[in-house]
């Protein structure tokens, strides 16, 4: 198969690429009628329409939410059930992420000025968070660990996960992760209603402050519904790799981390920049010789043809700005140099630096979190992290003097806004002449 080539030389090359990264992820009216639907009914119905819709959905036969339920002995089960060298990578994940996560604690603060005016901020964990997990023949305990970690480190109590359970189908990896991760209880549900028991709450599950955690078309359309009711972390899109080598890597490697991503899902984006048209060709070379190997091999060759790219540019200067341009979640700057070209990246989810760093190494147990923002969000958002389960609140407390001093700021400021409540509220703290 021939992946599409782009050259910057082209006139038209700033078009065709922005043609090739447009991926829209809003709903059709149907979706966002359905799931409209299921919000309301939650929201008017709580337990009953959550057991109506798993059952419907997921093909169960639920009579309760008890049926809907996992206790923790449930989980410990799980956890001793697995393979050992599976539990112990996934407590040596849980081990990297805590570590990297406990760097990202932000700290109360406050100072006092020489008038004794006290000002700062204090930063608390939210209460309670929401995890939504893909269930059934999907396996994601990589996913478990990157939401429940960030929120366990920041200090939240009660980590919810919902995780749906299609003709009763469990993953004891899952669950594992989740016992070992800290989640505090889970539910086996999904979908819009899952969104909507934890935004809303329902009379067996409370209400979070926060849902992440990723999921179907169905689930993005829910959370993006519901926040302002409650927090969501991102709206994301299909997952994505831009790798950009100086030629002098192994093209075998750098064609199985483009596979790394494409085999995904359909939609998932795959590119390779570099100035060295040989090297371009080598790692064609490289995806028609290993896509047959692989297990997923009708995906990832949709996902090429359809959205990835082999890029030529003049030079490396000029990759970076392609890289720049296009954002992507994850970055790999397989170059002799990555550390000083990493320096010159503003828009990238995670930065992969060196020949020998894989993004896949990200998505399990680096440290960092593989929860990033795509289609080209990391313009102006970041990746998952402890910053999202803390919430701030700015402390002031005025000495006599500085109520008076900052009280004739507030009223000329008060007056010129015609708010006269908040400028006589201000001077009745100012201090007689």
Known sequence: MNVTRLTTSDADFWSRLDALLAWESVSD??????????????????????????NRFDRLQAKSMADLTLPEDKLEAALQAIP???????????????????????????????DGT???????????????VPGGKATYPSSVLMNAVPAKVAGVEDIIMV???????????????????????????????AVAA?????????QVDKITGPGNIYVATAKALVFGQVGIDMIAGPSEILVVCDGQTDPDWVAMDLFSQAEHDEDAQAILVSPDAAFLDAVQSSIDKLLPEMERRTIIETSLRARGALIQVRDLDEAVDVANHIAP????LSVADPQAMAKRIRHAGAIFMGRYTAEAIGDYCAGPNHVLPTSRTARFSSPLGVYDFQKRSSLIMCSPEGASKLGRIASILARGESLTAHARSAEYRIKKR
């Not at 990297?96 to 996560?101: D, Q, V």
């Not at 006290?118 to 939504?132: E, I, M, N, S």
């Not at 004891?172 to 016992?179: I, K, T």
């Open 84 to 114: 050992a060298e599976q539990r112990e990578a996934l407590e040596a994940a849980t081990e990297r992420l805590e570590a990297y996560h406990q760097h990202q604690k932000m700290e109360s603060w406050r100072y006092t000025e020489p």
């Open 163 to 193: 995780v749906p359970t299609p003709d009763g189908e469990l993953n004891e990896m899952v669950l594992a992760a989740a016992r070992i991760a800290g989640v505090t209880r889970v539910y086996t549900i999904g979908g819009a209603q």
């Open 29 to 54: 009216e149907q979706v966002l009628r359905t799931v409209r639907d299921i919000l309301d009914d939650v929201r008017r119905r709580g337990d009953a329409a959550v057991i109506e819709y798993t």
């Open 329 to 332: 979640e994850h970055l790999e």
């Open 198 to 206: 934890l935004a809303y709450g329902t009379e067996t599950i409370p």
């Open 118 to 132: 006290l000002l700062g901020q204090q930063v608390t964990p939210l209460d309670r968070a929401g995890l939504y």
